[in-house]
């Protein structure tokens, strides 16, 4: 067999791409991950590391919540600490206006049949979060969310990978995916052709590139996401804190220092070499920490001592696309993940693996399906359901 022949290829080594890889490989395929640049080194090394369910789209609550207890288990599946904690998430109101917004929202999940979300008024929050600015008027909050640490899920996946005979190519960019033959792809690189009867197009904030140029467009935004971290202050908050209606994510580690994002936006740089970079920017970093001190007053005089900017794919509709190729018999998307990567991650590999087994599991993936903007449903030319059941044999 040619070395660059295997059951499954997957574009991309982002977290996404390595638990597919993983999950595949357990599952008994032969994987290689073709990676453009290395592993990681985009979203998912960018990561604040959140694990929320907390505000989710309705859509995405299900897929949300069915992480969960993956995260809980991942240092025992992957042999490795990945720094998970359980922890509250919390959605502060700062106003009345803020306050009615949450309470329609916890009405509208629980009428969809979800207990997870729950409001807490004013007291409570307090008793919750001491140094809360005194403006704030209660919060929607989850208690079993949490948050992990996202270098150290990109090491143990990646070493898991290794352990289970997963063939990287870093450095490896794949400039096109065709058909083959009657039952294989083959993926093109700058360095050779692979072939595979499944690949998955997990190329992060590139996924809708090698998707739309088999003509399935995706409206996806490519943009710089930043993050700030101030020196170490004393302990003040346990529950990784938002607000409704501003910009932020806020959580202290265990070492004092506080973590700050929740979407600002820095400017991606397209460099010479034709790579990507995300670079903070002055204006967002001051913004971002104005919406963390409006919270958290004592914060006004805190250090800060970092930065940076990662590039993530946001879709139109805010969802990933997950599913299969309307145009390409097994090739399965999943991109896209809208700055909601992170929390669903362990979830995704092991549901792309089914699909690729010709198993749809519990979850409903059609809100995520790649033809979902287009309204001819003209991408749909092999016949899409939501797993490649029919589409493809299994090799
Ligand atoms: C600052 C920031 C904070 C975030 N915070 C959170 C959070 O708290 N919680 C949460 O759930 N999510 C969060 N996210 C989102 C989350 O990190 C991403 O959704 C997730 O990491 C996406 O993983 P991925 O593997 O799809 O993408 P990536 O990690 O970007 O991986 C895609 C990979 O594909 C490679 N690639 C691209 N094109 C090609 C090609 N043609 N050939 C080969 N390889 C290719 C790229 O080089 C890249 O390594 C955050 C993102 C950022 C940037």
């Known amino acids: ?55 989710r789209h309705p859509a995405e609550i299900p897929l949300a919540r069915a992480a969960l207890p993956l995260w809980r288990g991942l240092a025992d599946t992957l042999g ?16 009345n206006e803020a306050m009615h917004a949450l309470e329609r929202r916890a009405e509208t999940t629980n009428a969809l049949g979800y207990d997870h979300e729950q409001m807490i008024g004013p007291d409570a929050l307090r008793d919750r979060i001491p140094s809360i600015a005194d403006h ?81 467009p995706v409206p996806l935004d490519r943009v710089a996401l930043q993050m700030i971290v101030t020196a170490p202050v004393a302990p003040f908050v346990t529950p990784v804190v938002g607000t409704e209606g501003r910009k932020l ?43 963390a001190v409006r919270l958290f007053p004592h914060l006004a005089g805190a250090r800060l001592v970092r930065s940076w ?14 599913g299969p190729s309307g145009r390409l018999p097994g090739l399965v998307h999943a991109f896209g993940f809208s700055a909601h990567g992170f929390a669903l991650s362990p979830l995704i590999g092991p549901l792309v693996a089914d699909l690729l087994e010709g198993r749809s599991g519990n979850l409903s993936l059609s809100a995520f399906a790649v033809d979902r903007f287009d309204p001819l449903g003209n991408t749909s030319a092999c016949g899409q359901d939501e797993t490649l059941q029919g589409a493809v044999h299994h090799a």
């Open 309 to 322: 900017a990662g590039i993530e794919g946001i879709v139109a509709d805010g969802l990933p696309v997950i």
């Open 80 to 95: 490795a600490e990945c720094g998970f904690k359980a922890s509250a998430q919390v959605r502060v109101a700062e106003d």
């Open 1 to 55: 067999m040619s070395a660059n022949r295997f059951d499954l290829i997957v574009i991309g080594g982002g977290l996404i791409g390595l638990t597919v890889a993983t999950a595949a490989a357990s599952r008994g395929m032969r994987v290689c991950i073709l990676e453009a640049e290395t592993c990681g080194r985009h979203a998912s090394s960018a990561s604040a590391g959140g694990v929320r369910s907390l505000n």
């Open 249 to 291: 994510s806020l959580k202290q580690t265990a070492a004092g220092a506080v973590v700050i994002g929740g979407g600002f936006r820095g400017t991606v740089i397209s460099g010479a070499d034709g790579k990507d970079r995300g670079r903070p920017g002055a204006r967002t970093i001051a913004e971002n920490l104005a919406n």
């Open 136 to 216: 704030c008027q209660g919060a929607l909050v989850v208690e079993d969310d949490g948050f992990a640490d996202p270098l150290a899920c990109l090491r143990a996946y990646r070493r898991h990978a290794a352990t289970l005979g997963v063939t990287l190519h870093e450095g490896t960019p794949v400039q096109s995916i065709e058909s083959h033959s009657a039952d294989g792809l083959i993926v093109e690189t700058t360095t050779g052709s692979f072939f595979a009867p499944y690949c998955v197009n997990a190329a992060g904030a590139w996924g809708a590139g090698l998707a739309a140029a088999l003509g399935e």
